[in-house]
C-alpha cells in the first residue's frame, strides 16, 4: 500500500483497491483494515475517500525501498540482468505448471512482458501469473 502511494501519489480507496487486488488472498484482512492502521501510526492520511502517503509514511516508504535495494543487489552480485531475466521466466513457468487450470506459458521474451532486472534503474512491472479459478489474473506488482 505505500509502495503503491508513494508511485502513484494519492489515490481513492476503489483505485487502490483494484491496484492492490492481485495480492488480496480471500480471508485477507481487507484495504481498510490496512489502511485503518497505516492511519493510526500516521503513515497514511484519509481525505474522504482518499489516501495519501504522510511525511512519515514517506520516510518509512524510502528507509524499506533502501533495503530492498540493498538485499536485491546483494541477490544479484555475480549474475547479470540476462540469468535474472532467465530465471524469472523460468520460474514463472515451473508455477504455471503446478497451478491448476493454468494452460498458458508466461511469454519468454521477460522484457516485453515488462520484467526488468533489480539495479537496473526500471521499476519492476508485472511478471506474468497463471490465473486461478476464480482470481483476477492481473498482476499490478512493482517493486517495494
Do not use: C, K
Not at 503503491?4 to 480507496?13: D, E, F, N, V
Not at 492481485?22 to 484495504?31: H, I, K, V
Not at 535495494?69 to 549474475?79: D, I, S, V, Y
Request: hydrophobic letters at 40%.
Amino acid at each position: 500500500m505505500l509502495n503503491s502511494l508513494a508511485l502513484q501519489g494519492p489515490l481513492t480507496r476503489p483505485a487502490l483497491s483494484r491496484l492492490l487486488r492481485p495480492f488480496w488472498e480471500p480471508g485477507a484482512r481487507t484495504l481498510d483494515e490496512v489502511a485503518g492502521v497505516l492511519i493510526t501510526h500516521g503513515l497514511l492520511a484519509a481525505d474522504a475517500d482518499t489516501l495519501t502517503l504522510t511525511e512519515a509514511g514517506r520516510r518509512t516508504h524510502a528507509e524499506v525501498a533502501s533495503l530492498v535495494e540493498a538485499g536485491r543487489a546483494r541477490l544479484m552480485r555475480g549474475l547479470t540482468d540476462d540469468d535474472y531475466l532467465r530465471t524469472v521466466t523460468v520460474l514463472d513457468r515451473m508455477t504455471a505448471n503446478l497451478t491448476p487450470g493454468a494452460h498458458e506459458q508466461p511469454d519468454p521474451g521477460a522484457d516485453q512482458a515488462g520484467i526488468h532486472p533489480p539495479g537496473s534503474g526500471r521499476r519492476a512491472a508485472p511478471v506474468p501469473r497463471p490465473s486461478r479459478p476464480g482470481a483476477d489474473a492481473t498482476n499490478h506488482r512493482t517493486a517495494p
